[in-house]
């Protein structure tokens, strides 16, 4: 910081003398004229050529001022100490020279007694006060400049003895002291401005730093790794990205607590480091998420072989997590460009495609994940366009009574043919909804569509045939879905009896804001239908809810279900429990003849599958009636001593 104070002084030195000078050489030209008329001669002549030798000399310090390194005003602010500091010196040392040649004047006017006196005294005060003004920044210039001349005036006058004099002599002194104080105090203001400067200049250095930095780990954050990718060059090229995301992570928070689980990423960080090629650049971009990239060429090994040294790395036991074990998911590109936000789009699309392959596996994005990330692309960006012109809309799926043959309900399901990559599945189509923000609109257009199923039966007297839509916790928990929902009903006088809402149980959700909604619709008389049940996070917690009135069984347990005794007796033991509990109890996924009659024979009689009908269109599952079969053979089925078939009967 003193290096740059110093600089500061010098520059305004500098600054000064191009102004101070040219009047100092006007002034001085005046006083040889005077001295010439007053027939002063060679002497004048010779102080003159002194005087402006001197200010010539200061003139070329200036200009060649930026060949001194450390002193040029392009230079660092922390450039050499000593440079700037010699530099400096020898500005005082020819201001000195000048004070020394402007002291002469006294002999040439014999000591101030001439008539011109005056006229000499006025001139030397105004430099002075010159010589303080521009010289503010560095006191010994203005100092070393006035205080010689200023004294031998003052001794001179005051050597004129009489009270006249003396006063004169006296202001003199004190015009002396004045100066002299005045100098001091700009050179220490002119010092604290240029400190504060620097430490400001320090304090922003220190935030950019910090706001480049993640506090944590002290790995780069996505803004520094962001300006660190922008200082790449394309010929560093190609460059290998590896987007690590830990496995097993939440675990360690919801054991350990947050503060091991700091502990963990800092390990973790380290152990990433330690495995990096030489001048990687790492950083943290997430909760759990790190991003590894380095150009190709610095890496003795394969991105392959990389990624299996850091997965095995971050996998092994930590002594501390005894109980918990920590895994990572890498997805790897390799770009010719270093552009971020391309590499880590394509980078984490690989990511996921690790995960979906289980705990420890990297996955290099290639031509086939190219293909799949164009298509999911392509579907977002046209979901919008689709659901506004009606393209994508709800299909509905026949749900059928076995003992009747009658249909008592719809399911809608999503319908869309894509114009390039034609049928989507329902599953894609949520995923893209939701990650463009469009899972409201996607909802409401379902529910519409439902209420326009539910119109049409209730004209034609079907009013106990029911039409279920599909609904997420996650989108109760996040949305207005309730409003959305109760406010449509109302408004197109639909019967709330006839809408079925079905829940696919999901973990974790605010479990008290999803209940308060579902309460609300529950009151409304929407029947609440617990969808899935068996997999994913559904639990027989579930099945003392009030609200629920039916359970359907999921479509896993039901396929093939005349082959598995084990389905047998789960799906058995979920229809007693239904039972008992009043509640309905449906199966889906019903796709062959023996699977129905095994339901039959269990006492299941609401199902639903393509056994059946696919889903149809409005108008086509409006006119749908369910085909008969022959049971004649059910009741000579082999059932075991509990009433479930053997595997292999017949059918």
């Not at 790995?219 to 496995?247: H, K, T, W």
């Not at 990572?328 to 270093?338: F, M, N, R, T």
């Not at 990330?373 to 076995?402: H, M, N, Y």
Request: hydrophobic fraction near 45%.
């Amino acid at each position: 910081m003193e290096a740059g104070i110093l600089r500061d002084q010098l520059a305004d030195l500098r600054t000064g003398l191009f102004i101070s000078m040219p009047t100092g050489t006007v002034l001085s030209a005046l006083i040889l004229a005077v001295l010439m008329l007053s027939g002063a001669g060679l002497a004048a002549l010779l102080w003159f050529a002194t005087v402006s030798v001197i200010n010539a000399a200061r003139i070329g310090l200036a200009l060649a001022q930026a060949d001194v390194p450390g002193t040029g005003p392009s230079s660092r602010p922390d450039g050499g100490l000593k440079p700037v500091a010699a530099r400096l010196s020898l500005y005082g040392l020819l201001a000195l020279a000048s004070g020394i040649a402007w002291s002469f004047l006294a002999v040439l006017s014999d000591g101030y007694s001439t008539s011109q006196a005056p006229l000499y005294l006025i001139v030397l005060a105004g430099l002075s006060a010159g010589s303080v003004t521009y010289g503010a920044s560095y006191a010994p210039a203005s100092i070393n400049f006035m205080t010689l001349p200023l004294l031998v005036s003052a001794a001179c006058v005051l050597a004129k003895g009489n009270i006249e004099n003396y006063v004169l002599g006296f202001t003199i002194l004190l015009f002396l002291a004045g100066m002299i104080r005045s100098s001091l105090l700009g050179q220490a203001r002119f010092r604290e401005t240029s400190r504060l400067k620097y430490e400001a200049r320090a304090f922003a250095a220190r935030m950019e730093q910090n706001s480049r930095r993640d506090p944590l780990t002290n790995l780069l954050n996505r803004y520094g790794l962001e300006q660190a990718i922008s200082q790449l060059g394309r010929s560093d090229g190609p460059f290998v990205a590896m987007l690590i995301d830990l496995d097993g992570f939440k675990s360690v928070n919801d054991t350990y607590g947050h503060n091991i689980g700091d502990d963990l990423l800092v390990r973790v960080a380290r152990r990433i480091e330690n495995h990096a090629p030489p001048e990687a650049t790492i950083a943290r971009i997430g909760g759990d998420e790190f991003v590894l990239l380095f150009p190709a060429s610095m890496s003795r090994h394969s991105a392959d072989a990389l990624a299996s040294a850091i997965i095995a790395a971050i996998a092994d036991p930590d002594p501390v997590l005894n109980s918990v074990r920590v895994g990572a998911s890498i997805g790897i590109y390799v770009s010719e460009k270093p552009q971020l936000t391309e590499m880590l789009l394509r980078a984490d699309f690989a990511l996921y495609a690790a995960k979906r392959g289980g705990r420890n596996e990297y996955c290099l994005f290639d031509a086939e994940l190219d293909r799949g990330l164009e298509r999911k692309q392509c579907i977002e960006r046209d979901l919008r366009g689709a659901i506004e012109a009606g393209t994508l809309c709800s299909w509905f799926q026949p749900i059928v009574r076995l003992d009747t043959h009658a249909v008592v309900g719809f399911e809608a399901l999503l319908r869309w043919r894509h114009p390039l990559h034609g049928a989507i599945a329902p599953p894609e189509i949520v995923t893209a909804a939701r990650e463009t923000g469009l899972l409201s609109l996607l909802t409401e257009t379902v529910f519409l569509n439902c209420c326009s199923m539910v119109e049409e039966l209730a004209r034609s007297g079907r009013r106990d045939v029911r039409v279920a839509m599909n609904l997420s916790p996650r989108e109760l928990e996040a949305g207005n879905v309730d409003d959305m929902i109760l406010d449509g009903l109302q408004a197109k006088n639909v019967p709330a009896a006839m809408l079925e809402l079905e829940i696919t149980e999901e973990a974790p959700v605010d479990r008290d804001r999803v209940d308060e909604k579902l309460e609300r619709l529950a009151d409304a008389g929407i029947s609440i239908v617990l969808d899935d049940f068996g997999t994913g996070f559904s639990t027989l917690v579930s099945l003392k809810d009030s609200r629920i009135r039916k359970i359907k069984i999921d479509k896993d347990f039901v396929r093939d279900l005349a082959k598995s005794v084990e389905d047998q007796a789960l799906v058995k033991a979920v229809i007693d429990l239904g039972r008992t509990l009043g509640i309905e109890v449906m199966a889906e996924g019903v796709e062959t003849d023996a699977d129905r009659l095994i339901l039959r024979s269990l006492d299941c009689t609401i199902v639903q599958g393509f056994l059946f009908s696919a889903a149809l269109p409005m108008h086509d599952a409006l006119a749908f009636e369910a085909k008969r079969f022959d049971d004649a053979g059910a009741a000579h089925a082999a059932l075991d001593p509990k009433g479930l078939r053997r595997t292999g009967s017949a059918a």
